[in-house]
């Protein structure tokens, strides 16, 4: 079995991110809100989230860092359902204004790359995650 797949992987993420670092890097002018190490993504009784977040940059305009993407699978009720994790790296973009904010503004968009095994069981049946996954994000929070 050839190891290739996964280093392939890895590289394709850290290539597709690079253009989102280096924008985030050059917009890192000033440290902004505090850094979060979980962000609640759905359900607010803790469902989906990134934890163990550690942020490269956090700049006005994006921010890039690493975690643990979790989320439950409902298989085969979202109260029977299990939790899954996955390594995963995170960019935070696309700012607009906080409605309501004046001078204040939030992240639209979240887009999530996995690094690792992107596979689960649940119900019998195995299912795979894509590389890639962009969420719109609200004003109040979350996706």
């Not at 004046?102 to 690094?115: K, Q």
Request: proline share 6%.
């Amino acid at each position: 079995m050839s190891t290739h797949p996964a280093r392939s992987r890895v590289r394709a993420a850290i290539v597709a991110l690079s253009g989102i670092t280096a924008i985030a890097a050059a917009a890192a002018i000033a440290l902004g809100p505090t850094r979060p190490s979980r962000y609640v993504l759905a359900c607010a009784d803790g469902n989906a989230y990134l934890k163990g977040m550690h942020w490269a940059t956090w700049g006005a305009a994006a921010a890039f860092g690493a975690g643990t993407d979790t989320f439950r699978v409902c298989i085969p009720s979202c109260s029977a359902g299990r939790l899954h994790n996955f390594p995963a790296l995170a960019a935070l973009w696309r700012a607009e204004p906080l409605p309501g904010h004046a001078g204040e503004r939030y992240f639209t968009r979240l887009t999530i790359i996995f690094t690792g095994n992107r596979s689960y069981r649940a119900g019998g049946k195995t299912y795979h995650l894509s590389q890639t996954a962009t969420y719109p994000l609200v004003a109040s929070g979350g996706a």
